[in-house]
Nanobody, 123 residues
């Protein structure tokens, strides 16, 4: 079992920045990929970014966040981050962290999920 706890959500104005954290505990040795997903009001959950957590740190970003968001990790402390810059109202969502035992962009392969942290971008 892997336990994931997100933190850092809140209310920001358009153009501002916010950093989310996800701390993993438990059977962390099983984690190969960590990812951020989000679900906005009335929308399906979508991948935001993913990172090969244990080895190369290779990253992948969804087109809407490329150039604005940066995913990173501290593998010694089992923490993943999402630095969000130049935020837009359409970034408003509940952000979830998730883990998978392999490199994947397919949601069904992510087997552990956090409870989510709410991010609101509004003036």
């Amino acid at each position: 079992q892997v336990r994931l706890v997100e933190s850092g959500g809140g209310l920001v104005q358009p153009g501002e920045s916010l950093t989310l954290s996800c701390t993993a505990s438990g059977s962390v040795f099983s984690i190969y990929t960590m990812a951020w997903y989000r679900q906005g009001p009335g929308n399906q959950r979508e991948l935001v970014a993913s990172i090969r957590f244990r080895d190369s740190g290779t990253t992948n970003y969804a087109d809407p966040v490329k150039g604005r968001f940066t995913i990173s990790r501290d593998k010694d402390r089992n923490i993943m981050y999402l630095q969000m810059n130049s935020m837009k109202p359409e970034d408003t969502a509940v952000y979830y962290c998730a883990t998978a035992p392999a490199w994947s962009d397919h949601e069904f392969l992510y087997d552990y999920w956090g409870q989510g942290t709410k991010v609101t971008v509004s003036s």
